[in-house]
């Protein structure tokens, strides 16, 4: 049971480029979730799922697009990255009414 | 809407002392309560959680905490710290299911760093 993981790491890109963030988890739940965290700013959430095929807008939005094809997956996406999104990312997972489970991150730094 | 502020962003205490992390919540319908910490590098971890019931709550590595209705407060206690508890806190606030929140993620304060001093 490996609880949710996300892939890459680490990762840098240069302004304007391209890139996918996969988050997975084995738990079943139905509610997934993307969030920022910014020194000094805690978490803030980006977009989130409900369910398989469904999505919608958090608090910072903006530059980022979701899908959520399978149940157990939850993809960010970076059209165009700019320096502004450099941070780490965090998903996570939960069932209604319970905590939320968390990934372990992934660094993005935007040059 | 909700918001959470956490009033120290950083708090310094002796090993072996008490310490209290303070977190404030607004909302306007029923909530659910949780602190969750980081270490260095690492994803969130779950201390505790107010969901119903008792208002006092037992949390992992011996943290407690107080919901407090009437001062839209949620403190974080820990009676004797160890240098292992170094680490950055979050508060964070969910709408209840029954208030139709739930689903559309955690409000998380901006964290405060508890630096335990030998």
């Known amino acids: 049971n490996a609880g949710v993981t996300q892939t890459p790491k680490f990762r840098v890109l240069k302004t304007g480029q391209s890139m996918t963030l996969l988050c997975a988890q084995d738990m079943n739940h139905e509610y997934m979730y993307w969030y920022r965290q910014d020194p000094g700013m805690g978490l803030r959430l980006i977009h989130y799922?409900?369910?398989?095929?469904?999505?919608a807008k958090g608090e910072v939005p903006d530059g980022y697009n979701v899908s959520r094809l399978k149940k157990q997956n939850f993809l960010l996406g970076l059209e165009s990255a700019a320096p502004s999104q450099t941070s780490v990312y965090f998903c996570a997972s939960s069932t209604q009414g319970t905590e939320q489970f968390f990934g372990p991150g992934t660094r993005l730094t935007v040059l | 809407a909700q918001s959470v502020t956490q009033l120290d962003s950083q708090v310094p205490v002796f090993e072996e002392a008490p310490v209290e992390l303070r977190c404030n919540y607004s909302?306007?319908?029923?909530?659910?309560l949780f602190w969750y910490v980081q270490y260095p590098n690492q994803g969130l971890q779950l201390l505790l959680k107010?969901?119903?019931?008792?208002?006092l709550v037992k949390g992992i590595n011996g943290f407690e905490a107080e919901f407090n209705k009437s001062q839209t407060s949620f403190h974080l206690r820990k009676p004797s710290v160890h240098i292992s508890d170094t680490a950055e806190y979050f508060c964070a606030v969910s709408g209840t299911m029954y208030s139709g929140g739930g689903a559309d993620g955690l409000t998380f304060g901006k964290g405060t760093h508890l630096i335990i001093q030998p």
């Open positions: 799922s409900v369910g398989e095929g469904t999505t």
């Open positions: 107010y969901l119903s019931g008792s208002t």
């Open positions: 909302s306007s319908v029923s909530v659910y």
